[in-house]
């Protein structure tokens, strides 16, 4: 079994586990929903159909749910010390890694594409370029959840980590957060050019930061 | 020229956690066949398994372990909640490259033919340590380490742990065990050791 197959097993066992208790799901998806919410009310309806408005406060909301479904995600793999079998196994801690960002982002995929659906609804925003858009919250997850997980995994044995996990990943995060909103901004208003130029960047950051984790892992986790 | 073990060996190694020593300087070379570990509580038993399986930074020394990584069951079961123990052992067979079929079957032999398919968390300790243990025979990987494995079993499955390990010797495995029911397998046990302190020492 090579490193990829390994990675996918990780990543199947994870969804496996979220399907059964959708814990993390299920906060994150609370958390986001009622966040588009409460923006709606918070700001009017003028000012929060805003794109640039709009797009980081969905992004903000994204942010804390790949928090809230990651740590939900290692309290599991602590209970009955889980995370030591895959530990002890050869690739094991680069497998653990990769298998969770693959099933993280999955998982944070379908958040974004309800808290998606939810905020054009609750803001009515028209959306200029929708398949821009899907790509920037395709790339924009994917250059998020490499981040979050290696934060997680660096915060492991401690016992607040559910507040170290944002604060040792949020500075790292804050250029893909500016990507994301303004590549988000420029997809609902239909500036092509910008919102391209934006995936770029978040495909550059998805990829540096996800060889970054699995060159650092082994010895982050030790 | 440098002596380079066949069999999994300790060489020199130092642990320390909470700037607290916990192994010092121990080494040791694990021969086929079952090895007893022994010592009070908190003397450094878990940790020196845990040096093995490669779950503990060493402060100082080297480990080697040929043929793979070891098989480690500790205190805890180390299955993941929301996973049924077929899933779990299957996860971890297949992660080894073990032939995961036999996963189903090897259940049943452990009684836990009509539990199998439940998810972890609502199996009693005792039905999850079973699983636990039934990794021996799911991954039979060249060295086994066990931490306090008689804990919570009920006689049926003390008879399922003791076959399954009479079949690893038999084929050669080594077995590392850290238990207090040492009386009932000295017998069998080709090596005896106490940990103190952090210090090993032969009986």
Redesign the interface.
Known sequence: ?NAFE?AL?VAA?EL???R??PDGFVAALTFTGLLVLMESLAFGPGQARQPGVASALFWIAILFAATLIATRSFD??L????I???????G?RE?LYAGKVVAIAIVLAIVALAAGALSLVLLDLEVALAGHLVLIGVLGILALAPVIVLATLLALRVRARVALVPILSFPILIPQLVACTQGAAAALTGDAAVALGWTGILAAFALVYGVLGLTIVPAAI? | MRHVPENASLNDVTVVLDDRPILRGISLELARGLTLLRGTNGAGKTTLLRAFAGLVPLARGRRSVPGGPPLYIGHRPMLLRGLTARENLSFLAAFRGAIASDVADTLRKWGLGDEMDRPIERLSAGQRRRASLARIETEQMPLILLDEPFADLDTDALVRLRAALNTALVRGQSVLMATHMHHELDQDAVNRYVIDDGALRET
């Open positions: 079994m390994r097993l066992r496996a586990a979220e059964r208790h599991r793999e209970e009955d010390d889980a030591d079998a895959i530990l002890v196994l050869d094991g497998a030790e």
